[in-house]
């Protein structure tokens, strides 16, 4: 899923200033999880902005809306009616999700009230670590489930470095935290697997332009045609 975190509140607060009657929109899918997009989020978001501004004259409305999918436009125009008078739209979904409602609602500003932060998992109740980077080719199969991109500090391909220890990487230490050392667990996974062999394959220069271009990529489905 796709793990976003509040901006500050004193941002949210700026860049919704200049605007009189915005509607705050939660998105109940991938940062519901995070607890920075769903309902919950949504309406306590609306509240702190209904008192920060509680004083300000003229006067700042808030109202609150709930989107299933942000990201989706399927999603957006057969849900979603736009309160009239709302002149700006706070919204609590990734980068993705805001892009799409500011495509949907072209003549509004879509702000947004999350920095998108990563592609994870909630490994444990209220802990979301990263997983993937989105690399476009996926060596999963080949590191038994564990991915060097998103997991080793250094992206290695071909690891551990020197900086391992004890099954931990050495940015434990800026970090403040144990972080485990990608390659000592693909080389035990692997291991577990009986495919230690997979560690002997030398991996090939990886292309880390996305795409092969550099350009925003897209995926088409078997008889689509983009619009
Ligand atoms: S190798 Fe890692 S970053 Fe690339 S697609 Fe697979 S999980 Fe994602
Ligand atoms: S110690 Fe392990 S995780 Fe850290 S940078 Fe080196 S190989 Fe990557």
Same mark, same amino acid.
């Given at each position: 899923?796709?793990?976003? #975190? ?23 899918? %991938? ?6 997009? +769903? &309902? ?6 609306? =509240? /702190? ?8 004259? !003229? ?8 989107? =299933? ?8 125009? !057969? ?5 009239? +008078?709302?002149? /700006? ?13 500011? &495509? /949907?609602?072209?003549?509004? !500003? ?12 909630? &490994?444990? !109740?209220?802990?979301?670590? =990263?997983? %993937?980077?989105?690399?476009? &080719? ?8 564990? %991915?060097?991109?998103?997991? $080793? ?7 551990? $470095? ?6 931990? $990487? ?10 485990? %050392? ?21 991996? #090939? ?23």
């Amino acid at each position: 899923m796709i793990v976003g #975190e509040n901006k500050p509140i004193e941002e949210i607060i700026a860049s919704v200033n200049e605007y009189h009657n915005v509607l705050v929109v939660g998105c109940q899918t %991938c940062v519901a999880v995070s607890l920075t997009g +769903g &309902d919950r989020a949504a309406r306590s978001m609306t =509240e /702190a902005l209904t008192h920060a501004f509680k004083d300000s004259k !003229p006067l700042h409305l808030f109202e609150t809306s709930m989107l =299933e999918r942000q990201c989706e436009r399927d999603w957006i125009e !057969p849900f979603f009616d736009l309160p009239e +008078g709302i002149d /700006a739209i706070l919204s609590l979904a990734c980068g993705a999700g805001v892009q799409t409602m500011a &495509d /949907a609602f072209k003549g509004i !500003p879509v702000l947004p009230a999350l920095n998108t932060t990563f592609m994870g998992a909630l &490994d444990q !109740p209220g802990i979301l670590n =990263e997983k %993937c980077v989105g690399c476009g &080719d996926c060596l999963l199969a080949l590191t038994g489930g564990i %991915c060097p991109i998103a997991r $080793c500090a250094k992206r290695l391909l071909n690891g551990p $470095c020197g900086g391992s220890s004890n099954g931990l $990487c050495e940015i434990s230490i800026s970090m403040g935290r144990e972080v485990e %050392c990608a390659w000592h667990l693909i080389v035990e996974r692997l291991k577990a697997l009986g495919k230690l062999d997979n560690y002997e394959k030398i991996s #090939e220069l990886k292309n880390w332009s996305p795409g092969g271009s550099g350009g925003p990529r897209q995926l088409i489905h078997p008889g689509e045609t983009p619009f």
